[in-house]
């Protein structure tokens, strides 16, 4: 009895750890921890675990951040780690705009499609974002105040007058004067300024279905050489009779779709070295565009033929071979009006009456 009740009197007093269990230490079958490793598991590389934590008494930053070396970590590696379940993977392919997983744009480094770049900017986009941009914004900028409404215009489609009953579920008419509706012109601010978006040279080559084939490449080199860019052939979609063209039967063109930084060298070419050397040239007319911002002009074979890739290298082309070609600049803006103050201010000179 006298046992039973100092170990009572000691469990009152004593903290329940300190407390001898009155339990038998059998054997238990549930096992809630363990301090060893499973056999099961793959082995651990302990050189990957910190050696130190952050509640630990370590070295000073200092001293860390310097004796971190990730490169040489890296190296001394013996396998790969495996792949974080974190780690964002871009989709490889788009599946809409309703899918939960969609790849980043291109301009975004975790995209697939990334390029880096562009480390230097080419003279004409310098002149551009240096002078040109701010310049049209000074000239185009129209300033509302606060409060200030616009006239309110009448409508663009024109209705029906119902003195027919066959005007009834019509669509709506164009304006007079014309069934080509022109692009609605926002103010220009800060971020519309006009430039632009691409050249797209294209050249007819007629004698490649009255000859042989041979214009057609001589045209497709020269075309390439001077646009950087690989070209495209096309059948002929209409028939001419004079010149013996059937359509579809015969390959009588190319096209070279230049955007970026091919686009913006061979415009500086074009600007600062053949345009100069055209004798007699007053320009490109101002007529030249097609209501919508984008303007086309040609080069005869002579012309062509200044460019710096052909001219160093005259004799690999036959003379005669060399095609001319329409050039059209597809720019952002919405009216010829702004495209042609556009290209004047990049250096291509208008002639004649500005038609808009």
């Known amino acids: 009895?006298?046992?039973?009740?100092?170990?009572?009197?000691?469990?009152?007093?004593?903290?329940?750890?300190?407390?001898?269990?009155?339990?038998?230490?059998?054997f238990c079958v549930r096992r809630n921890a363990s301090d060893q490793a499973s056999s099961r598991s793959p082995a651990v590389d302990l050189g990957e675990l910190e050696s130190t934590g952050a509640l630990l008494p370590g070295a000073s930053e200092s001293e860390a951040v310097k004796s971190f070396d990730p490169a040489a970590l890296a190296k001394g590696?013996?396998?790969?780690?495996?792949?974080?379940?974190?780690?964002?993977?871009?989709?490889?392919?788009?599946?809409?705009?309703?899918?939960?997983?969609?790849?980043?744009?291109?301009?975004?480094?975790?995209?697939?499609?990334?390029?880096?770049?562009?480390?230097?900017?080419?003279?004409?986009?310098?002149?551009?974002?240096?002078?040109v941009a701010s310049d049209i914004l000074t000239l185009c900028y129209v300033?509302?105040?606060?409060?200030?409404?616009?006239?309110?215009?009448?409508?663009?489609?024109?209705?029906?007058?119902?003195?027919?009953?066959?005007?009834k579920n019509r669509p709506l008419r164009g304006p007079r004067g014309g069934d080509v509706l022109r692009l609605l012109?926002?103010?220009?601010?800060?971020?519309?300024?006009?430039?632009?978006?691409?050249?797209?040279?294209?050249?007819?080559?007629?004698?490649a279905a009255q000859e042989n084939?041979?214009?057609?490449?001589?045209?497709?080199?020269?075309?390439?050489?001077?646009?950087?860019?690989?070209?495209?052939?096309?059948?002929?979609?209409?028939?001419?009779a004079t010149w013996g063209i059937v359509p579809g039967r015969d390959t009588v063109s190319v096209k070279a779709e230049l955007r970026g930084e091919n686009m913006l060298h061979f415009f500086g070419k074009m600007v600062d070295?053949?345009?100069?050397?055209?004798?007699?040239?007053?320009?490109?007319?101002?007529?030249?565009?097609?209501?919508?911002?984008?303007?086309?002009?040609?080069?005869?074979?002579?012309?062509?033929?200044?460019?710096?890739?052909?001219?160093?290298?005259?004799?690999?082309?036959?003379?005669?071979m060399i095609p001319g070609c329409h050039i059209t600049i597809h720019t952002t803006a919405k009216t010829d009006k702004d495209a042609r103050l556009l290209l004047s201010a990049m250096g291509i000179p208008f002639y004649g009456k500005m038609v808009n």
């Open 1 to 26: 009895m006298a046992a039973s009740e100092s170990s009572r009197y000691l469990a009152r007093s004593l903290p329940r750890a300190f407390v001898p269990s009155v339990r038998p230490q059998g």
């Open 77 to 131: 590696r013996k396998k790969q780690l495996p792949r974080s379940r974190y780690q964002f993977r871009s989709p490889k392919y788009d599946r809409g705009p309703l899918h939960p997983h969609r790849p980043p744009p291109p301009s975004d480094p975790s995209s697939r499609l990334y390029v880096p770049g562009p480390f230097s900017l080419p003279r004409v986009d310098q002149t551009y974002q240096s002078s």
């Open 143 to 167: 300033h509302n105040p606060p409060g200030f409404k616009p006239p309110q215009k009448s409508a663009r489609l024109r209705t029906w007058d119902d003195s027919s009953p066959y005007h």
């Open 185 to 207: 012109r926002k103010p220009i601010t800060f971020n519309n300024i006009p430039k632009i978006e691409r050249i797209t040279i294209h050249s007819y080559v007629k004698q």
């Open 213 to 240: 084939s041979g214009w057609l490449h001589v045209a497709g080199m020269a075309v390439q050489a001077i646009s950087n860019s690989r070209v495209e052939t096309f059948k002929s979609k209409t028939s001419v």
């Open 273 to 320: 070295i053949v345009m100069p050397r055209i004798k007699d040239w007053d320009g490109v007319k101002g007529s030249s565009g097609d209501s919508s911002g984008n303007i086309t002009f040609g080069l005869e074979p002579e012309n062509v033929a200044l460019f710096p890739e052909i001219e160093v290298n005259y004799d690999m082309y036959p003379p005669k």
